[in-house]
């Protein structure tokens, strides 16, 4: 599936072409979704006694809403080519075991593209924005036996389940007032089945995400295919790895030795020592080595071996997950605890001159809110902040892999390190990343400060519009295109530096079979600790590149800040 996906995203003569392609392959994501969910095991489609799946009145309900949301399809789409989906999921399902030869992959995907190119006129490609109550879109027609159908459904979309229950996550006792009020973090319980969440529970936890940045699960057996149809569920046309195709990356990127891709899964191990469990390997060759990052080889200065042994740490980088190159940044991640030591405790060490330390527990996830981050700002800077673009460097992990971060983990330093971009692997303008400095969240409509402090390259800041005052305080009044790094960096860190305070950041205290979901568009985050070589310490962890890009600053948020 995830291979038919991808083929359909490149320029092919026989492809559909965009919007067309992108309305498909959202609906093909809802149906895959379905289909994980109706099968609640992991069948071998090869057997033929296994027969197609068969959507149900309320998952038809949930595919059509979700297309309707991407875009817009006319109401007999679905009911015209019914048939053909059920046979294109269960081919490439089947294809993900490897089993199907790869002239008779090529040869079918080849004939999917043509017959979806014959699905066009069924498109509604009316770019307005649409409803996502079917009876308020207007090629909706009572008299149509679909929309006959639908308008009798009365699935429980919301309120949310009576069974779902919700509470913040506990704070440490160094936690502010600020987060605590926000409830940064909640943890949700009442879940039937995690790896087959009904509609109306997703929508529940797609709210609750984006409301409160973290969603933590404990005591779950999720599977690498739950997690994987979870993920998606938030973005349902995405497809690769958050990174890229596969997952591969250069062995020069900082990120290449953290990770360990899932067979047939978009899914990645990550952790510290040697795994052998079958069951978290889930295919990978047995021992298998992992590395948990640490700031002696990434950070400028290091904290000694004494203090190490005392239990000292630091953050390692502060980041949001993307490839900030060519693909756009995942919407949610989810991370995974297999297994991990529990007993220690480590305290973090700013190390930049404010005294700042924070207890957390060993190995402990790292969260900021991007919304508190933004809200903390002075008038000034936030005027800047909304007025603001940051454009990233080529290939990012690659152009930072020789400099070195702050003590802080929140951004390099300026030691002209950095490698040449004459040097990098070969890159093109055209997929180099610019975002808004802010984000809007999609539900509350909140202004999230979102920038990867380690890939910036330079800031384009907007004038002032007319109808803003100056003053001696206004920074950039007219504008300003900055390229010189060392600036760009001094005041990105001056912007982002009050966010990561102490009392601002919440730690996740890892535990077995728990479960974190993360908006990764309105948070930044940061694995912390030190584990000996034989500590294992094993997470599933799983995000996908977007299919489209983030929001940044409304009219009304530029009258309201700028």
Known sequence: MANLLRDL?????????????????????????????????????????????????????????????????????????????????VFHCTGLTGKIPNGTRRDYVTATSRRLSACVDDLDVDPRPVSTSLNAHPSVQAEHPLSTLLAKMTIPLSPAPSHITVRPVPYAASVGKRVRNEQFGVIVAGISDINSLSSAEFQVVEQLLYK???????????TSAGQWALTSAFDPAAVEYGHGPDGKRDTRSILHKDLRNLSGTPVQLIGNGVVTDPHILQGLESPCQLAHPSHQS????????????????????????????????????????????????????????????????????????????????????????????????????????????????????????????EDLPPWEEEHVKIFPMCWRNPVTEKLHLQVHPSGVHE???????????????????????LTDLKEVRDLLYRIQRPGIAPEHVYVVDWKPKQLALFHNRGCLHSITGAFAPEEVRAFWQCNLASTDVPAGPSAADLETYA
């Open 9 to 89: 995203q490149k320029a092919k003569g026989d492809s559909v072409p965009e919007p067309e392609r992108t309305y498909i392959l959202a609906l093909l994501g809802c149906l895959y979704y379905v289909y994980l969910r109706e099968t609640d095991t992991n069948p071998d489609l090869n057997d033929p006694g296994c027969t197609p799946f068969q959507i149900t009145a309320s998952d038809a309900w949930s595919v059509i809403c979700s297309s309707y949301r991407v875009g817009g399809l006319t109401p007999d789409f679905l009911s015209k080519h019914f048939e053909y989906f059920q046979r294109l999921l």
């Open 212 to 222: 409160h940045g973290v969603v933590v699960f404990e005591d779950v057996d999720l």
């Open 298 to 421: 990434f950070h400028k200065t290091q904290i000694s071996d004494e203090d190490s042994a005392k239990g000292f740490t630091r953050f390692y980088r502060w980041h949001m997950d993307a490839a900030l190159y060519q693909r756009d940044p995942p919407k949610v991640t989810t991370l995974y605890g297999l297994e991990m030591p529990t007993s220690r405790r480590n305290i973090v060490r700013y190390d930049d001159g404010t005294g700042d330390e924070l207890e957390v527990p060993l190995g402990g996830t790292a969260f900021v809110s991007g919304k508190l981050m933004f809200d903390l700002l002075t008038p000034e800077l936030k005027s800047l902040a909304v007025r603001t673009r940051v454009k990233y460097m080529p290939h990012p992990y690659i152009a930072i892999g020789t400099a070195k971060s702050r003590p802080t983990g929140l951004g390099m330093e300026s030691d002209g390190l950095e490698v040449p971009f």
């Open 459 to 481: 800031l384009l800041i907007e004038p002032l519009p007319p109808t803003s005052k100056r003053t001696s305080e206004t920074l950039y009044p007219d504008g300003a295109h």
